[in-house]
C-alpha cells in the first residue's frame, strides 16, 4: 500500500511540474491567451486608418485609447492581446499604470496646430494677436464675435477632439501649455478660471467628435477654429482653411507598444508609410520623453472629463 501512495504521490508531482512548465512557456501567470501565435493588435480609433495597413493575418480591435487605458489600469486587458497603436501621451498618462507594457516603438509624428476657417483667420489674428492662440481661444469661448471686438456673427466656436482618443490627448495637452504658459505647469495650475475656460472650450465638440477640423471643413458654421496633428490639418487644408501658429510646441507621436508575455509584433513600417502619406513625419527609436510633469497628463484628463459634465 506505502508503495502504491508513493507511486501516486510521484505522478502528481510530475504533472504539477508539466503545469507549472506549460505556464511559464505561454509567458508566465499561466495566461493561455499569450504566445498562441495569433497576433492581436488593440488599435486607437482614431488611428484606424493606419492600422488597417498591418498583414492580413494580424487581428486589429480598433478601442478607444481611454478604454485601452482603464483596461490596461484594471488589469481587465484581453489575454489575447500582443500589441497597443497609440500615442505616446497615454503612456505617459498611465505611467506606472503601464507595466504590462514593453518598450515603444515611435511611428511618426506631427506638432499640434490650429486650423481656422480662412475667412475668419485674419479676425482671430486680430483677437489673439501676440497671446498663445489656444489660451486666447480658451478665454474668448463661447462668447459672441461682438463681444470680443470682431465684427462677426455668431459666437467663438471651437472643435477640440474628443480627449479620449490618441491624437486628441495631445491636443489637450497642447491647450493646456497655450493656456498655462508652457508645458512646465502643475496640476495644482488647474484653477477655477483654467476649468471654465476649458469647459467652455470643449463645449461644441463635447467628447465625440475625433476629426473636428474635417467637421469644420465638411459642415460650414459648425466651428471657427480646430484643433488637430499638423500633419491633419496639411491633409485638408485647401483655400477655405489657413494654418494658425501654436506655441510653444507640443508634438503628437504614434508608437505602437507590445503586451508583456504576447507574441512577436510583426513589421509595423506600413503603418508608418500609411502615416507618412498622410503628412506625418516619419520616427523611429522608442525614446518618448514626457510632454508633462510626472503625474499632471492624467490629472489634465481628469479635468477634461469634468469640463464635459
Not at 481661444?137 to 463661447?142: M, R, T
Not at 479620449?164 to 491647450?175: H, M, N, T
Request: aromatic share 4%.
Amino acid at each position: 500500500m506505502r508503495r502504491l501512495l508513493a507511486v501516486f504521490g510521484a505522478v502528481a508531482m510530475i504533472a504539477a511540474a508539466v503545469v507549472i512548465r506549460r505556464g511559464l512557456d505561454d509567458g508566465g501567470g499561466g495566461n493561455p491567451g499569450k504566445a498562441d501565435d495569433k497576433i492581436v493588435i488593440v488599435c486607437a480609433a482614431d488611428l484606424e486608418a493606419y492600422c488597417r495597413a498591418l498583414p492580413p493575418e494580424v487581428e486589429v480591435r480598433t478601442v478607444a485609447a481611454a478604454d485601452t487605458a482603464e483596461a490596461l489600469r484594471s488589469g481587465s486587458l484581453d489575454g489575447d492581446v500582443d500589441g497597443w497603436v497609440t500615442s505616446s501621451a497615454w503612456l505617459e498618462l498611465l505611467g506606472a499604470d503601464a507595466d504590462a507594457l514593453g518598450e515603444p516603438e515611435r511611428l511618426a509624428t506631427s506638432p499640434i496646430g490650429v486650423a481656422a476657417v480662412a475667412d475668419r483667420a485674419d479676425e482671430i489674428r486680430g483677437l489673439c494677436g501676440r497671446r498663445p492662440v489656444w489660451g486666447c481661444l480658451a478665454e474668448s469661448a463661447g462668447a459672441t464675435w461682438a463681444a470680443v471686438g470682431q465684427d462677426l456673427p455668431g459666437r467663438v466656436e471651437v472643435g477640440v477632439p474628443s480627449a479620449d482618443s490618441a491624437s486628441g490627448l495631445a491636443v489637450l495637452a497642447s491647450v493646456a501649455a497655450g493656456s498655462l504658459g508652457g508645458v512646465g505647469f502643475a496640476s495644482n495650475d488647474f484653477d477655477a478660471e483654467f476649468r471654465a475656460n476649458l469647459a467652455a472650450l470643449v463645449a461644441p465638440s463635447g467628447a465625440t467628435d475625433r476629426d473636428p477640423v474635417r467637421t469644420m471643413v465638411t459642415q460650414r458654421g459648425r466651428y471657427s477654429a480646430a484643433g488637430a496633428p499638423g500633419a491633419r490639418i496639411a491633409d485638408l487644408r485647401n483655400d477655405a482653411v489657413a494654418l494658425l501658429e501654436t506655441a510653444p510646441e507640443v508634438v503628437a507621436t504614434i508608437v505602437v507598444v507590445p503586451v508583456r508575455g504576447g507574441d512577436a509584433l510583426p513589421g509595423t513600417d506600413a503603418v508608418r508609410k500609411a502615416l507618412v502619406a498622410e503628412r506625418w513625419t516619419a520616427a523611429s527609436g522608442s525614446d518618448t520623453p514626457p510632454t508633462l510633469k510626472d503625474g499632471v497628463m492624467s490629472a489634465l484628463h481628469e479635468v477634461w472629463l469634468e469640463a464635459l459634465r
